[in-house]
């Protein structure tokens, strides 16, 4: 399907995100199978296999040939834009290489999409969500447990994937926490009062003693808690508080972005707070923020509400 100079091309590019830019493994592996399905689409459109010529002549009649096919094979134009990022990545990266010219490639455009906003919980309902999860738990030192994470995710903007990361080293909880997010990125998190409070409750009743190596939140049987674990349990907890199905460990950290900003926080120490690579992640916010303030003068305001 592709040759082998164009093979170890792609390998090397794949080093170089991991390496350079701090590309998580399973955005390496979305990388590489967007690349590998574009060329296997231009080694049949074009009847020859892919190398470092034939790729180098892809042009916008090719381009526009695999967007097509992509649509009709129903790839959403969210997934065909993410693909086309990763090609164009890649091209820009092997063009310097090559020295041939990319433009064909890079000019293309992406197909338009609705972004998604994230979906935050009211502030009383994140409030509730912490105050009733630990009610789930059928043993205290569980809902102590599962208290304290779904507290550092809304107190603390942590994904659950951090939150759960942490370890018997990071006891007792400092006033900040050097986090190491997607990508390797790393970051300080303030800890607020509460998340320390939360954590030294369900140490006090875990009874499995913290240790260095081991991870800090424990399941049943002493292992690490899973992620699975509190996504049930919120579940469970949404359900009786009749929160949507939005109301997910995500969305605690969502909430804790939303919240911060609605109360003059800036974007940018948003940004930081949440390990976001780009400015441009962290907007979606303000676009939250604005359609919820759209809502309420939809609702409230004489000229908007009619007669």
């Known amino acids: 399907?592709?040759?082998?100079?164009?093979?170890?091309?792609?390998?090397?590019?794949?080093?170089?995100?991991?390496?350079?830019?701090?590309?998580?493994?399973?955005?390496?592996?979305?990388?590489?199978?967007?690349?590998?399905?574009?060329?296997?689409?231009?080694?049949?459109?074009?009847?020859?296999?892919?190398?470092?010529?034939?790729?180098?002549?892809?042009?916008?009649?090719?381009?526009?040939?695999?967007?097509?096919?992509?649509?009709?094979?129903?790839?959403?134009?969210?997934?065909?834009?993410?693909?086309?990022s990763a090609v164009k990545s890649f091209y820009r990266w092997l063009a310097a290489r090559e020295d041939f010219e990319p433009t064909a490639v890079l000019s293309t455009r992406a197909p338009k999409f609705q972004a998604k906003l994230p979906r935050p919980l009211a502030p009383d309902a994140a409030a509730a969500m912490i105050e009733t999860v630990e009610l789930q738990a059928p043993e205290p030192w569980v809902a102590a447990r599962d208290s304290a994470v779904v507290t550092l995710l809304y107190g603390c903007g942590l994904r659950i994937s951090e939150a759960l990361g942490l370890t018997g080293a990071d006891v007792p909880l400092p006033e900040v926490l050097r986090i190491t997010g997607k990508g390797g990125k790393e970051r300080i998190v303030p800890v607020i009062d509460a998340a320390r409070a939360a954590v030294d409750a369900y140490l006090r009743l875990c009874p499995y003693p913290a240790q260095a190596d081991k991870p800090l939140f424990r399941g049943v049987r002493s292992g690490a808690l899973s992620p699975r674990a509190i996504q049930k349990v919120m579940q469970q907890t949404r359900m009786q508080l009749g929160l949507p199905a939005t109301a997910t460990p995500h969305a605690m950290r969502h909430s804790f972005a939303t919240h911060l900003l609605a109360a003059g926080g800036d974007l940018r120490a948003i940004q930081e707070l949440l390990g976001h690579a780009s400015l441009s992640t962290t907007q979606a916010y303000t676009a939250v923020d604005a359609a919820r303030l759209m809502e309420v003068y939809d609702k409230a305001h004489p000229k908007a509400a009619g007669p």
């Open 1 to 84: 399907m592709i040759s082998d100079a164009l093979s170890d091309a792609l390998a090397r590019w794949l080093d170089h995100e991991r390496a350079l830019a701090g590309a998580a493994e399973n955005t390496l592996k979305a990388y590489q199978a967007d690349l590998l399905g574009f060329l296997s689409f231009m080694t049949q459109y074009n009847g020859e296999a892919q190398g470092l010529g034939p790729i180098a002549k892809i042009g916008i009649r090719d381009m526009r040939a695999w967007m097509a096919n992509e649509r009709g094979r129903g790839v959403s134009a969210r997934s065909l834009a993410r693909s086309l």
